[in-house]
Structure formats: C-alpha cells, structure tokens
C-alpha cells in the first residue's frame, strides 16, 4: 500500500500515523499506558486526523451489537475510517471467541491502512487466553507486530504512588 504524502510539520510528532505503523504500549497497571495512548489521540484530533479511543471490552460490545442488528459491515467500515485507533485495556477483561473474530475483522481492515495503539499488561506470550483461541491471537500478533513498535512501561503505578491510603 502507497503511504499518503501529507507536508512533514503536520505530521511531524506522530510519524507512524502516516506510515501506518502500530504501537503496543505494554506492562504494568498504572505506568501511564493509557494516559500516553489518550495524549497522542489528542494530538492526532488536534492535527486533523480522524482518531479514536475506545476500550477493548466496548469495541467488542460494539461490534456484537452491530452483527445483531444485521449491520456489521457499516460498523466495520467506520471503524476503518480512522487514521488511529487506541485499543485500551486488551487483556484486563477475556474476550470470547465470537468477540475475538469480530476484534480480529477491525484489526485486519486497518492493518497497513490506519494506526492502532493498543493498551495492555499481557506479554505477547498469553494473548491466546485473551481471545480464547490461540491461532486468532497468532493472527493479531502477526499483524500487529509487522510494522509495530513496543514500547515498555515499568515501575510502580502512579497511582499507588500518590495514594491517600498508605
């Protein structure tokens, strides 16, 4: 797929967006996952670009609502509309296989076509428990680590940093 020419000084502080590359914000509860996925959706919207932020628990509710009432394939086309899509919180709640099927058709539509920034506390290793079947897990991974970037977050939680219960 052609990547889009767009002037660099728009694109400048999210240059994976337009090479359509993926991030996997990976490691412990409260080392700022989340917080650094929302800040680059801001910053994606505060530059024009179609972005999105939703948990993995939602998206699949979403999805399997749309299927139910026979409009699954809008669903999907929208959701491949977006230049970056964060996926929070993958892992924190299991998915069934149903859900798991429907993740991995919003997953494929945007592979080499959009950005997607997933949130998680599982080690590549146990996605097969996340999605209840270990070859949709494989199929995510592959995709998702082809043109990906891990990035680490360690230590302890800032919340328990700054806790009032001590």
């Known amino acids: 797929m052609l990547h889009r020419e767009v002037p660099p000084r728009l694109w400048w502080p999210l240059p994976f ?24 959706i801001r910053l994606a919207c505060q530059n024009n670009m179609k972005a999105r932020f939703t948990t993995a628990a939602d998206l699949v509710m979403t999805l399997r609502k ?32 149903e859900g798991a099927r429907l993740l991995f058709q919003v997953i494929s539509n945007t592979y080499e076509r959009s950005s997607l920034i997933i949130t998680t506390n599982i080690e590549f290793s146990r996605w ?10 494989a199929a995510i991974i592959d995709r998702l680590i082809h043109h990906g970037h891990l990035l680490r977050h360690q230590g302890q939680s800032w919340r328990v940093t700054h806790a009032l219960m001590k």
Do not use: M, Q
């Open 17 to 40: 967006i337009p090479r359509h590359e993926d991030i996997i914000c990976y490691g412990n509860v409260g080392c700022g996952k989340t917080h650094l996925a929302s800040a680059l």
């Open 66 to 97: 749309a299927k139910n009432d026979g409009r699954l394939d809008k669903e999907l086309t929208n959701w491949s509309k977006f230049d970056l899509i964060t996926i929070d919180e993958l892992g924190y709640l299991p998915i069934d296989p």
């Open 128 to 137: 097969g428990t996340i999605f209840a079947d270990d070859n949709i897990a």
